[in-house]
């Protein structure tokens, strides 16, 4: 944040010391002081060249994320659900390595991010990747679905998609605005990664805009096709997905709204991810 942007957020009465944030985050309730955090954050975005709501540098985001991933692993750990399945471990190893390298072919920068993915035993429907590169998948989502390798590899190209466009920032961003201004004033005025780690993962609950789904399934099902994996399973996924919220809403469409046209949209997608796909299996 520069100092421009900081000067913004205390004019808006978002930071200024203890008594600023307070006030700040009753303020936080009205439209305007949103409206303040908007313009005071707004960047646009390298890869998709949208303006996004940023509060929170790369950096933050990206130390916090790692933070909270370990976390997440570690309580996984304690409570035995981390995957010790060591063919499914490998497998989705061996699908997300092939999208990282595409990744860092669209997003350079990424290729100096730390990867890391985790197989937890949970019977959720859920997939994230967090700034940063750090993922998950549930073995729900697996198992329930019964994905193929190329679905594990669109669900996982939609959510590294999401890391690389900076939504894991946006959705920290309206997070903190959400949980007010006490947090984002020391933030702004100390750094303090260890209250980014909450906003880390109250980021993971919140749902992405559909325009970001709508970014996501577009760069996704490239990402896979790059990878070698087929576009048409794509379609299946999402029927898959929308067969199953027929007992109740996975988690991973409550924060994965559907854009109105999502199978459309990715139908049409299909026949120019071939080429890219057939390329990539030679
Ligand atoms: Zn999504």
Redesign the pocket.
Known sequence: MSPAEFALLVAAGIVGGLTGSIAGLASLATYPALLAVGLAGCQTNPVSGRSQLVLVSEEQAQASSAQAYTQTVNEAQQKGKLSTDAALNARVKRITDRLIVQAGNMYAPSRSWKWSVAVIDEPTLNAWCMPGGKMAIYTGIIRKLNLSDDEIAQVMG?EIS?AILGHGRERMSRAMATQGGLMLGSIVAGYDLSVLAPVADVALTLP?SREG?SE?DRYGIELAARAGYDPHAAIRLWEKMSQASGNGLPQFLST?PAPDNRIQALNALVPKMMPIYEKARQ
Request: glycine share 0%; charged share 15%; aromatic share 0%.
């Open positions: 939609h999401h992405n789904e996501a994965h």
